[in-house]
């Protein structure tokens, strides 16, 4: 090889580095599944857990509002060990950092469940800086995002959160795993939906699939959802308080549920069965199912 040759290579893999390394970080892909050693994991020794879904939560209006007020009142009633946030926490443009008055509003203020919160990122969440809610981890003790794509055990079930908007760095980490009776995947963006917005692609649902967990957690459609997709539950909680206005119904094989409404879920979880129960913005209960491990 010349000396030419060698420069002229070296130089356009750095023109291609400086066009792409800004995409990679906007979009999140420099955050591979840490280690975590079990610092994140909640009870992981119970025999039962029980979970809050919250997706599309950010809008900081009275319906976010209403939805987080019917969830506590859930929570009281039904318990909650803790809770998974299904990405897109903050609209329309993320944070801007850990000072951002948005935490306050549409975070610590809104919601009074006195629990861990294990949020994901969505689209929207990436139209701002994603690092501060990394870093805000260390300044909130109920807000738990230890990086972009983490895991935690949570009594008899192990939690694989994953960032759709990249999962190049994401999709690997779903076959490497912890042995329990349950294997939960939350991702912004739904395996299938028959709602306006668009699931991952066929690759990474075939990925998601072949790693085979039982439940595929998710938001980005703003309404409630009960998708059966070969051996994996869809559950879609993406209700949380965003407009619903651009959602709207598409025909879906997979579908056995639609709640075209503000709302959230419910899952409880034992060592042999699941039951994922889903309310309205209100707290009244439309819909349930059970299956077994």
Same mark, same amino acid.
């Given at each position: 090889?010349?000396?030419?040759?060698?420069?002229?290579? %070296?130089? =356009?893999? +750095?023109? @291609?580095?400086?066009?792409t390394?800004?995409? !990679?970080?906007?979009?999140?892909?420099? #955050?591979?599944?840490?280690?975590?050693?079990?610092?994140?994991?909640?009870?992981?020794?119970?025999?039962?857990?029980?979970?809050?879904?919250?997706g599309?939560?950010?809008s900081?209006?009275?319906?976010?509002?209403?939805? %987080?007020? =019917?969830? +506590?009142? @859930?929570?009281?009633?039904?318990?909650?060990? !803790?809770?998974?946030?299904?990405g897109? #926490?903050?609209?329309?443009?993320?944070?801007?950092?850990?000072?951002?008055?948005?935490?306050?509003?549409?975070?610590?203020?809104?919601?009074?469940?006195?629990?861990?919160?294990?949020?994901?990122?969505?689209?929207?969440?990436?139209?701002?800086?994603?690092?501060?809610?990394?870093?805000?981890?260390?300044?909130?003790?109920?807000?738990?995002?230890? #990086?972009?794509?983490?895991?935690?055990?949570?009594?008899?079930?192990?939690?694989?959160?994953?960032n759709?908007?990249?999962?190049?760095?994401?999709?690997?980490?779903?076959?490497?795993?912890?042995?329990?009776?349950?294997?939960?995947?939350?991702?912004?963006?739904?395996?299938?939906?028959?709602?306006?917005?668009?699931?991952?692609?066929?690759?990474?649902?075939l990925l998601?699939?072949?790693?085979?967990?039982?439940?595929?957690?998710?938001?980005?459609n703003?309404?409630?959802?009960?998708?059966k997709?070969?051996?994996?539950?869809?559950?879609?909680?993406?209700?949380?308080?965003?407009?619903?206005n651009?959602?709207?119904?598409?025909?879906?094989?997979?579908?056995?549920?639609?709640?075209?409404?503000h709302?959230?879920a419910?899952?409880?979880?034992?060592?042999?069965?699941?039951?994922?129960?889903?309310?309205?913005?209100?707290?009244?209960?439309?819909?349930?199912?059970?299956?077994?491990?």
């Open positions: 090889m010349s000396a030419l040759t060698f420069f002229a290579g %070296a130089l =356009a893999g +750095a023109l @291609t580095w400086n066009f390394a800004p995409l !990679l970080e906007k979009k999140a892909c420099f #955050n591979p599944n840490p280690n975590q050693d079990g610092r994140w994991d909640i009870h992981p020794e119970a025999e039962e857990i029980r979970i809050l879904l919250l599309d939560t950010g900081g209006d009275e319906h976010q509002q209403d939805v %987080a007020n =019917a969830s +506590a009142r @859930t929570c009281d009633e039904l318990g909650c060990d !803790l809770v998974l946030m299904l897109d #926490n903050f609209i329309q443009h993320g944070v801007s950092s850990v000072d951002d008055p948005q935490w306050i509003s549409k975070f610590e203020e809104m919601y009074t469940q006195q629990v861990p919160f294990y949020p994901i990122l969505g689209n929207h969440d990436l139209q701002g800086k994603w690092r501060p809610q990394v870093a805000y981890t260390e300044r909130n003790k109920r807000w738990r995002m230890p #990086n972009v794509n983490y895991s935690l055990v949570a009594g008899p079930a192990y939690i694989q959160c994953i759709t908007s990249c999962t190049l760095c994401a999709l690997w980490t779903l076959f490497k795993r912890k042995e329990r009776p349950w294997r939960l995947v939350c991702g912004h963006r739904p395996l299938a939906t028959g709602g306006r917005h668009r699931g991952v692609t066929w690759l990474e649902r998601i699939e072949r790693s085979g967990p039982q439940f595929f957690l998710s938001g980005h703003h309404m409630l959802e009960h998708l997709i070969g051996e994996i539950d869809q559950v879609v909680a993406g209700g949380g308080g965003s407009p619903l651009h959602t709207a119904k598409k025909p879906n094989p997979h579908q056995i549920f639609l709640h075209l409404g709302g959230y419910w899952m409880h979880l034992t060592s042999t069965q699941a039951t994922v129960r889903y309310f309205d913005d209100q707290g009244q209960e439309v819909y349930q199912f059970t299956r077994s491990a």
